[in-house]
């Protein structure tokens, strides 16, 4: 991998206070803005750029609870979310939660039996289960999220896809993933890590599972009804189902994050188990005019960028285009050579293979 430069990113004391900033798992530019989430907090964070057209720093954070926008299923409504994906695109931002199960870790201070017991605790969250579009719109000449924005006569509504709706409700009869669903995220369960958008069209990449060496990305199509504008629906497919399957060559790895450049899906892949490397960014061509379940591999698929990590940090989370050429990186569990003495963490820009 070869950094064409770096930015940094400046968060507010609380946000720091909340290791915000240590926990990186999505990132989207927006213009000038930034959209970047934590997996520990049920929250979208908002930086700006000192220079739209080439940033070095991102400050001035803005933070936007999802509960102020939509009703969320956890009876907590600050419980974390788990936000592991970002898309920006029309008029709104998405924002996708990972949908997994998680077993409790051992730590330095458990021992014997009560690290046994901790290592078969298996739980949810349901703040987690979340699929959600926020509308956009300039306030002071930053885009900023609203609750209700109207577009040329039509009002456009925050809106989340419902407890009927749920994926996990929604795959428990899946041939391929319904065995999956009670088996934490970093097991090689169910795990969203990543979303892009295209039109109608939503893709959810998945981290696991992995099968056979097979990764996953789940396409959808929501739509809301006038009936309820808030909730949104999904659109079934030729076979009945509301989500399509496509299964990706991705070397063994899982997706970490996905990000649209023309018709093509950038594909930021890693290990689907607790394990650092490798980490790769793909290029599958032409994913946004696909109109068929497909099987992603030979010329349909190249490896674009083969990315560093470290021995238990520099975990690569999330990518967002930066231009046409490159692509900005965010890492979860930062080097310490990542974190500046006031305050800032480093995020890499890597020029994309022309």
Partial sequence: ????????????????????????????????????????????????????????????EASFRLADFVDLPGVDAD??????????????????????????????????????RRLARVEGQA??????????????????PVRELEVDGVTHHAAAV???DDLRRLLRDDEH?????????????????????????????????????????LELRPYVTDDD????????????????????????????????HRDDLLVLAGPTMDLDGPVRVYRWHGACRVEQPSIVRD?????????TYGEGDDHAEGMSLLGEDRVLVVYDSPAPIRLTEDGAVIADVLLLPT
């Fill in 177 to 217: 993933l319904a065995a999956f669903l009670p088996i934490p995220g970093k097991d090689n369960g169910l795990d969203i890590e990543g979303i892009a958008v295209s039109g109608d069209r939503v893709y959810l990449g998945l981290r696991g599972p992995v099968l056979r060496g097979w990764a996953f990305v």
């Fill in 299 to 307: 010329d349909l698929i190249s490896r674009e960028l083969e990315l």
């Fill in 127 to 144: 703040n987690r289960q979340i699929l959600v579009r926020l509308p956009i719109t300039e306030v002071d000449g930053v885009p900023t």
């Fill in 229 to 260: 504008p808030t909730r949104l629906r999904l659109r079934k497919f030729e076979d009945g189902r509301p989500y399509r399957k496509h299964v990706l060559d991705l070397n063994g790895l899982g997706v970490r994050d996905l990000c649209p």
């Fill in 1 to 60: 991998m070869t950094v064409d430069y770096t930015v940094r990113l400046r968060f507010s004391d609380k946000s720091q206070a909340a290791s915000t900033h240590t926990n990186l798992s999505a990132v989207r530019l927006d213009r000038r803005a930034l959209w970047i989430a934590g997996d520990e907090t049920a929250t979208i964070e908002r930086l700006l750029a000192d220079d739209p057209d080439r940033p070095v720093e991102f400050d001035a």
């Fill in 79 to 116: 419980e974390e979310a788990d936000v592991e994906g970002l898309a920006r695109t029309g008029d709104f931002l998405w924002a996708v939660g990972s949908h997994s199960l998680r077993r409790k870790q051992i730590k330095d201070r458990h021992a014997g039996q009560k690290a046994l």
């Fill in 162 to 164: 419902s407890v009927r």
